[in-house]
């Protein structure tokens, strides 16, 4: 055990169980697993990405690349990549390495260690060229697809819950560290509403590692605490910094039985960033060895954990405060071997220090390599050449289970860049420190460089790396100094560019310590300097974040709305089969028992031919148009003529984009002079009053017009067939029958209700839509059923109503046009009013390409054969060898009334064409043959509809 | 999540609102007056600036009135809204 007998601020009475690979280990409350792995001598955590190396524990926060695990909390609760480091050790958790096989001990990807000579940066680029696309989809894809990937994702749904939140504050302060409870202090003293996050368990930031600071930390922390309008978030981040100081919060709540996390979205009048700095790692060869560990990270588990990570330590520092950590290790009762000071001479109060504690210091040193397996045993302590290259041939060795690195510090500018702040390079302080920005938010502390001392400048620090063997970079992602320095060879200057070819910093630690590192060699290599090659962009999220937080309660039945129409329990109750239609969910067919789809689609498609159907044509988009200038206002958006349309007349309307192609239809009916009853297709209903507002409100503001959806408001129930007057008459009062043609509507009573009673016909039969308020659309099908039983009502779905509109060629907009057809190219050209001077989309219909003779135009297709059904979307093309499309099949059904598939198309000229043969593609075989005919293929006159 | 100021309403969410083009577009009082370049100018011809544009929004999910602003198209910003009809104003410096 290396866990000491006091100190730290963990609960020694509170022991707790875990598991890490299945073995048994205890912790303590307050513990992060990575302590309690630390405190149980546990260094080998995981295997690297891409060569399998045995990894440790390099950090002791959210920067963490390498202890990355699998935390089991039970189905659909199996969480990778897991950062050992900030999960709070919690009684009977269970974790587990990733990225081994079959153990962490013996991995035998670990050959891909001896393979990195072809595994360098841009290998997977480098994959795409030299013999062939065989030799991809052979070797290449199968090999990376075995070894891409972090972790394994969950298989089971999530089955836990997560919450949102909205909050607004007039400070919020990200990061409870010393900078950041001070400014929150300050802020609640005014009486301001005050937000304070850290990303940890436990709020205080660096003074969790000053035992001297707690009794003060405590005190600021209850005053906080006891302010209502102070409100204190621990282990929630602060991941995406939006305008206007929008900022988006990630809290891990962990409630048993509640939320799991809950997204915060904070409007701030000012953000404060505390986000304080994180420290640099130091490029040699083997810098990734279990037991190489950051050195402030080492004091912090001694001070905060009451862990000692090493017993035999030595330390690297390029900069002062590796020689505190060092000094605490040892005054936690570690022997420290030496400390290698980079620069040329350590500074000198330092060096007292450490000759008065006996501790060696070797200026002007560096490591040529390190010893060890699965956890470093000693490194090869060398004098710095010119260049600072560690001169090999002078090394000495020096024995040690746990190496320090201090290479300085990086202040954490990620929330000020993504709130779009400049930067600017402090040269004294090696560091990019936040400059101008435009929102609202101050930087305090270690981010806005505050306290912070120089260290050997970040480009020395890795000067001389570039040739080392294994001098790792980015260790989650297996980038090193030479990679780098190859993509600079092969051309790459861009700092992005050299990003995204070696994936440095790509990682999910998103380069917290390997960014810097991996600018400076680049600077190394091209002669620049830092500020000149520039940073890579900081994008959100700061640390991963959950998927389900982002997600929130919009997951199943909360998805996406699901629309029904007023007759949808009576369909679930018949045992209907829906199908989704936009939002909504309509009755595709009835099926009998026994029958399959086809089957009831034939019953009811001739139930309507020969008796009546009713069905549900609720999802009608519906807009009523008032005012004085209604019919003007129509008359200038649709392409017929509706000033001449008397009242109690409904016309068919076709409303064109200003591009001349069709963009929605539907029945217009004039209910009074200043009152029309406008129907769209269901899916257009919202687009279509868009456009309409559009126009009444910013081209025709002259005109006394409003609009109003009233696709709710009307249930709307579809009697079709010979017989629909006979069952719907004897429920009819106020209508003159004798004034009520096809093409007619009036305000009526049907079975006792005010409706609006249509005319209309969307099956070539004899129909009538009645229109009633949709509360009371049951009770009137209840009536319709009744009086219809005795001629053979049958209800239908949206299936058979496809059909019959097919049998009488009406198109379907979306179906038979697809934002390319003009009225012409559907065969409804005799819809423009001729006379009217304009309409939306006239202009364009004159255009010389909406004239050329060989436009796609609507066309009816049969199959010769007269029995297989061709494709919907299938190509037609002249013969059954041709390799150029000549349109394609828009809508193919079986027709029971004609006892032969029928299809409808757009062909090239097709309305020239009809007895011709084309021929359809199939996905499955030869071309088939079809017949071109016209589209019409039931009473072509309208006999039916008008009887 | 940017604020917009709907010129009747306020500020309101982003998520209230929808972009709708280009503005101070007008449409030809005799459309059939215009050759065919100059019907494609209207038709389909817009500016696309790198800075401070001019843009027709719509309150959809609120009053449902169309407006304009100038906003900037790098940064996001809204400089003005203005109701139809009004002059545009002067980008910021």
């Known amino acids: 055990m290396t866990r000491l007998a006091t100190g730290g601020r963990i609960d020694r009475t509170r022991p707790l169980r875990f598991s890490f690979d299945g073995r048994a280990y205890t912790g303590f409350a307050g513990d992060t697993l990575a302590s309690a792995l630390l405190a149980n001598g546990v260094h080998l955590v995981g295997r690297s990405f891409k060569y399998h190396r045995p990894r440790g524990i390099l950090s002791a926060g959210v920067e963490e690349p390498n202890a990355l695990v699998e935390i089991d909390r039970g189905a659909g609760r199996r969480e990778p990549n897991a950062r050992a480091t900030v999960v709070p050790l919690v009684e009977g958790l269970v974790a587990r390495s990733q990225n081994r096989w079959p153990s962490l001990r013996f991995d035998l990807a670990a050959v891909n260690g001896l393979a990195s000579a072809v595994l360098g940066a841009g290998f997977y680029y480098k994959t795409f060229l030299g013999p062939g696309r065989d030799a991809w989809h052979k070797r290449w894809e ?72 707690w009794p003060q930390l405590a005190a600021d922390l209850a005053k906080l605490r006891a302010n209502p309008r102070v409100t204190l978030l621990p282990r929630t981040t602060a991941f995406s910094y939006g305008l206007q100081n929008f900022v988006a919060l990630a809290q891990v709540v962990e409630a048993t039985g509640g939320l ?13 960033l505390a986000t304080g700095a994180l420290e640099r790692p130091i490029p040699f060869s083997g810098n990734d060895r279990p037991g190489v560990m950051l050195a402030d990270a080492a004091r912090h588990y001694v001070q905060r954990w009451g862990v000692l990570p090493g017993r035999n330590v030595t330390a690297l520092v390029a900069h002062d405060t590796g020689y505190s950590a060092a000094f605490a290790l040892q005054d936690a009762g570690a022997a420290v071997a030496a400390v290698l000071e980079m620069r040329a001479t350590a500074p000198a109060a330092l060096l007292a220090e450490a000759t008065r504690r006996g501790i ?33 041939a002078r090394a000495t060795p020096i024995a040690c289970d746990l190496l320090l690195l201090a290479g300085g510090w990086t202040p954490s500018v990620h929330l000020f860049s993504q709130a779009r702040g400049k930067l600017r390079w402090d040269a004294a302080l090696d560091a990019f420190l936040p400059d101008e920005v435009r929102e609202a938010v101050t930087c305090v502390g270690a981010c806005a460089g505050e306290g912070l001392a120089p260290g050997l400048p970040v480009t020395q620090l890795a000067a001389g790396s570039a040739t080392a063997h294994k001098a790792f970079v980015d260790q989650q992602n297996d980038v090193t100094t030479r990679d780098i320095a190859l993509a600079v060879r092969e051309g790459f200057r861009s700092i992005e560019h050299v990003k995204r070819y070696t994936t440095n910093g790509m990682a999910t630690d998103q380069g917290k310590t390997s960014n810097m590192l991996g600018l400076a060699v680049v600077a190394g290599q091209l002669g620049r300097s830092v500020p000149e090659v520039g940073l890579t962009t900081f994008r959100a999220p700061y640390t991963p974040t959950s998927f389900g937080s982002f997600a929130g309660r919009h997951r199943g039945m909360l998805f996406d709305p699901v629309r029904t129409a007023p007759l949808h329990d009576w369909a679930m109750q018949q045992g209907a089969v ?65 000033r001449k349309l008397g009242v109690g007349r409904c016309r068919y309307g076709l409303l064109l984009r200003e591009d001349g192609f069709i963009y929605d239809d539907g029945v217009v009916g004039r209910i009074a002079e200043d009152r029309c009853h406008v129907t769209t297709t269901t899916g257009g209903a919202a687009r279509v009053l868009h456009m309409l507002e559009d126009y009444r409100q910013t081209e025709f503001p002259d005109l006394r017009v409003w609009l109003t959806s009233t696709t709710e408001h009307w249930g709307v129930i579809a009697l079709q067939g010979p017989r629909a007057r006979d069952v719907l008459a004897p429920l009819v009062e106020g209508l003159d029958w004798r004034d009520f043609p096809h093409m007619a509507v009036a305000e009526c009573r049907v079975a006792g209700i005010a409706a609006r009673l249509f005319r209309v016909s969307f ?110 979307g299938a190509q037609l093309i002249s013969s059954a060898d041709a390799r150029v499309a000549e349109g394609h099949v828009t809508s193919a059904y079986r027709s029971a009334t004609l006892g032969h598939p029928v299809a409808l198309g757009l062909l090239a000229a097709g309305r020239a064409r009809l007895g011709d043969t084309v021929f359809a593609t199939r996905l499955d075989g030869p071309p088939m043959a079809l017949e071109v005919v016209s589209p019409v293929f039931v009473d072509p006159k309208g006999e039916r509809l008008r009887g | 999540m940017v604020l917009i100021h709907c010129p ?59 407006f304009n602003a100038l906003r900037h198209t790098l940064t996001d910003r809204f400089a003005a809204t203005y109701k139809p009809g009004e002059a545009w104003p002067e980008p910021p410096a």
Request: proline share 6%.
């Open chain 1, 763 to 872: 099956s070539g039969e004899l129909g009538f839509e009645v229109n009633v308020p949709a509360s009371q659309a049951p009770a009137v099908w209840q009536a319709l059923l009744q009086a219809g039983a005795a001629h053979g009502i049958t209800p239908y779905g949206t299936e058979a109503m496809h059909v019959l509109r097919a049998e009488k060629g009406f198109i379907i907009v979306g179906q038979e046009t697809d934002g390319t057809v003009t009225p012409e190219d559907a065969g409804l050209a005799w819809l423009i009013g001729k006379a009217k001077p304009d309409f939306i989309g006239k202009r364009s219909l004159s255009r010389p390409e909406m004239l050329r003779a060989d436009r796609r135009q609507l066309v009816g297709l049969v199959p010769r054969d007269r029995s297989a059904l061709p494709d919907e």
């Open chain 1, 360 to 392: 060696r210091v070797l200026a002007n040193h560096g490591v040529s390599a390190t010893r060890g397996g699965q956890r470093i045993t000693g490194l090869l302590a060398a004098p710095r050449g010119a260049d600072g290259t560690p001169d090999a």
């Open chain 1, 260 to 272: 799991r996390e809950r997204l915060w979205q904070v409007r701030a009048g000012r953000v404060v």
């Open chain 1, 142 to 213: 199968p090999m990376i697809r075995r070894m891409a990937g972090l972790g394994r994702a969950p298989e089971a749904p999530d089955p836990d819950r997560y919450g949102n939140r909205y909050a607004h504050a007039e400070v919020l302060v990200v990061g409870a560290g010393p900078a950041g409870i001070r400014a929150a202090l300050e802020a609640a003293a005014t009486g301001a509403r005050v937000v304070l996050c850290d990303e940890q368990a436990e709020l205080g930031g660096s003074l969790l590692a000053e035992p001297s600071a």
């Open chain 1, 578 to 642: 829906f199908e989704p239609v936009g939002q909504w969910q309509r009755a595709r067919y009835f099926p009998r028992t026994g029958e399959d789809m086809h089957a009831a689609v034939a019953r009811e498609c001739l139930a309507v031919r020969n008796a009546v159907g009713i069905f549900d044509a609720s999802t009608l988009g519906k807009i009523e148009v008032v005012g004085p200038d209604a019919a003007v206002f129509l008359e200038r958006c649709y392409v017929n003529a509706w």
């Open chain 2, 8 to 66: 009747w309403c306020g500020d309101r969410a982003e998520l209230e609102f929808r972009h709708c083009g280009e503005a101070h577009l007008v449409r030809p009082a005799d459309p059939a007056a215009l050759d065919d370049a100059q019907w494609a100018e209207y038709l389909a011809f817009r500016d696309n600036p790198r800075g401070w544009a001019r843009e027709r929004w719509r309150h959809v999910h609120g009053c449902g009135r169309f």
